[in-house]
């Protein structure tokens, strides 16, 4: 079977197209898209497709109907007008360190248009200057303008809770958006795009009639590659990288289900797969932690420490929508950005209560970012987890035999008890259970083991429960005491009542810690 050509790295549609790469064709919602409003706002997760869809509205309003043929968009579009168009990615003026340098990124990101509609002595700030491009753009050709940012929150992410910095960085982007609004007339169309949800009052104060489609049905897949796509689409695709890695089609397809799908972007919506992470398994033939591979965002992990957010309890969140579609800058907490990051996604939603539950997506997701908080929680490598016994804890889970999980696990905690920032974050935990109960909940995910931790039952809180498809582990930590007592309580508060219908073995573990040589010292088994 002939390899195809994929688009890895690769944002630009009328390239993709030229070269005959792979393309699923979404430009029947991109023609939709732009001919909804005027002034658009969507938000999605990095590496989720927003670059190319700014890029294919770039060419659709530069009426480049020769790259669209064959596609969705021409049982629409019958005029192909073409616009002139200012495409600004943002991506480029990120890590400023005050309004001064700010500025200076941003003029540079005008100054090619500036070089093709000229430029004024008076136009010294972004604003002016994107202002007079507008005027002259519209008047040099005498059709309205198309305005489209890509990544326009890139400069303030990386100054969240830097008050002094993110006040200055937020002036100078009011500076840059202030002509959107002023030079309205002069405007076909306005999309702005990035990963979160600044608020409009802050940023877009002066784009009163802004269309926030974040959380649209009708755009709910625009980013993305929904089942359906996959299926036929990138049928080839998955017949190859079966063949490839010695698996049936059903059994790949399921595998690729399992590892990318699972993101939902409003209620009652389709899911849709991580559209980057699919191509690259295509491309590499292999089913890795893709969206990882430039490790998880420092922004994110400063924002979690900065809330001291329990990371064990992002499995199932029931919130209403006002608890995470809400301005990045106002959050009280973690959870509007976990989600606007695509860290946690829409799972369901009880139309009656108003109520979202929100969850981590898929394996990826669960196994890349718990490798990423592993350090920051812990002190403990990814990398060396990895090494040090990774591979037999899971053949002893996979066997179901917890005895010899929790051996190893002995052994290698046992085997770093002089890692500083390991004894350095257990000397700072709140309890030692809780930080053993991080450090177990890190470890079996980052292994794709579903596990839950804290657990409401009638008659109080199991400590940790762990999933495996014959068997149900309830875990209750110690850090002084002994295991039995451990048992004991598991027993004497029924924890194992709830899952007895569950049709699988239940496995009782008490567990206890020694705090002097940081690791277990003792566990049984009922």
Same mark, same amino acid.
């Given at each position: 079977?002939?390899?195809r050509? !994929?688009?890895?790295?690769i944002?630009t549609f ?8 792979? !393309?699923?064709?979404k430009?029947?919602l ?5 001919? !909804?409003?005027? =002034?658009?706002?969507?938000s999605r997760?990095?590496? =989720?497709?927003?670059?190319l869809l ?6 659709? =309003? ?6 669209f043929e064959g596609?969705?968009i021409m049982?629409f579009?019958?005029e ?10 943002? /991506?480029?003026?990120?890590?400023a ?6 500025r200076?990124?941003l003029?540079?990101i005008l100054?090619?248009?500036q070089k093709?509609y ?9 604003g002016e200057?994107l202002s007079?491009l507008?005027m002259?753009?519209?008047e ?8 489209i940012?890509?990544? !326009? ?11 002094d910095?993110?006040?200055? +960085?937020?002036?100078?982007m009011?500076?840059?958006y202030?002509p959107?609004?002023a ?7 306005c $999309?702005?795009?990035?990963?979160t949800?600044f608020?409009?009052?802050?940023? =877009? /104060?002066? +784009?009163?009639n802004l269309?926030?489609v974040?959380?649209d049905?009708a $755009?709910?897949? &625009? #980013?993305? +590659? ?11 695709d ?6 490839l890695?010695?698996m ?6 399921q @595998?690729l289900k ?14 849709v797969?991580?559209? %980057?992470?699919?191509?690259k398994a ?10 990882f591979e ?6 994110? &992990?400063?924002q979690?420490?900065? %809330?001291?957010t329990?990371?064990t309890?992002?499995?199932?969140l ?5 608890a995470?579609d809400?301005p990045?800058?106002?959050?009280v907490?973690?959870?509007p ?15 009656e209560?108003?109520i979202?539950?929100l969850?981590?997506p898929?394996?990826e997701?669960?196994?890349g970012? @718990?490798?990423g ?8 490598s990814?990398g060396?987890?990895?090494a040090?016994?990774?591979l037999k %804890? ?9 005895d010899l999980?929790? #051996? ?7 085997g +770093?008890?002089?890692?500083e920032? %390991?004894k350095k974050k ?7 259970e809780? $930080?053993?109960?991080y ?6 995910s980052?292994l794709n083991?579903y596990?839950r ?5 009638s008659?109080?809180?199991?400590d940790?429960?762990?999933d ?6 309830i ?17 004497q508060?029924?924890?194992?009542i709830?899952?007895e219908t ?14 002097n040589?940081r ?5 049984q088994?009922?």
């Open positions: 079977m002939t390899a050509k !994929y688009p890895v790295g944002q009328s390239r993709m197209i030229r070269e005959g790469m792979v !393309y699923v064709d430009t029947d991109v023609w939709q898209l732009a001919h !909804y409003g005027t =002034f658009i706002f969507l997760p990095r590496r =989720f497709g927003k670059s700014t890029s294919t509205l770039e060419s659709y =309003f530069q009426g480049e109907r020769e790259m596609l969705k049982e579009e019958k192909w007008a073409e616009y002139p168009v200012l495409r600004l990615d943002l /991506s480029s003026a990120k890590n360190v005050d309004m001064t340098e700010l200076r990124k003029l540079l100054e090619p248009y093709l000229g430029s004024s002595q008076t136009e010294v700030a972004p200057v007079g507008i002259r753009a519209a040099q050709t005498g059709k309205q303008v198309v305005v940012v890509d990544e !326009y929150d890139a400069p303030l992410l990386e100054a969240l809770h830097e008050q910095r993110l006040d200055d +960085i937020r002036r100078a009011q500076e840059l202030q959107l609004k030079n309205e007339r002069y405007i076909k169309f $999309f702005i795009t990035g990963i949800k608020s409009q009052l802050s940023i =877009f /104060s002066t +784009i009163n269309m926030n974040t959380m049905s $755009f709910a897949t &625009i #980013c993305g +590659i929904t089942e359906r796509e996959l299926t036929t689409a990138l049928k080839q998955i017949e190859r990288l079966a063949e890695n010695e049936t089609y059903d059994e790949m397809h @595998a399992l590892k990318y799908d699972g993101y939902h972007f409003t209620k009652n919506s389709e899911e797969y991580n559209p %980057f992470s699919l191509i295509f491309q590499q033939h292999e089913l890795s932690n893709w969206w430039s490790g998880t965002p420092s922004f994110l &992990i400063r979690l420490k900065h %809330f001291d329990d990371i309890s992002l499995d199932r029931e919130v209403p929508a006002s995470f809400q990045t800058e106002n959050m907490d973690a959870l950005l976990l989600y606007q990051s695509g860290y946690l996604t829409i799972k369901d939603y009880d139309r209560g108003q979202y539950t969850s981590i898929n394996q997701v669960r196994s970012y @718990a490798e908080l592993l350090p920051a929680y812990t002190g403990l990814g060396s987890v990895q040090g016994f990774a %804890f899971w053949r002893a889970l996979k066997k179901n035999d917890i999980a929790m #051996c190893e696990m002995q052994s290698y905690l046992a +770093i008890p002089y890692v920032g %390991f257990l000397e700072d935990a709140a309890t030692a809780g $930080f053993y109960e450090t177990l909940y890190l470890i079996f980052m083991v596990v931790t804290q657990v409401k039952t008659s109080g809180r199991i940790m429960v762990v495996m498809p014959d068997v149900i582990y875990f209750e930590l110690k850090k002084s005491g002994t295991s039995a007592k451990a048992l004991e309580q598991i027993n508060k029924g924890y194992a709830p899952f569950d049709g699988r073995k239940i496995v009782k573990v008490g567990v206890t810690f020694d705090a040589t690791t277990i010292s003792d566990w088994l009922a």
